[in-house]
């Protein structure tokens, strides 16, 4: 795929521990988590092409696509611009 678009969409969790209960000694253990802005950065690069071009191929993980918002959502906080402008 010499002129695609090719994109990578991972996880951007560096680590990821989930809220935990036991309730046996009752004790509560907050969920807590660390995103890496590099990774954080090529899910929105992959996210745009997605939007610019039509040969864009995406390589992701299943795990990576929670949260990722809608479509719309994502258009609206974007700004077009056009050269000239």
Known sequence: FPTNAVT???SHFDFYRPESYAPVSQ???EKA???NPKIDALR???TR??????DTIVVATVSCIYG????????DRATALSVGQ
């Open 8 to 10: 990578i969409f991972f």
């Open 49 to 54: 092409s997605l939007f610019e071009r039509r």
């Open 68 to 75: 990722l918002g809608m479509p719309a959502e994502y258009l």
């Open 27 to 29: 004790n509560y253990v």
């Open 33 to 35: 988590s660390q995103t």
């Open 44 to 46: 929105h690069e992959a």
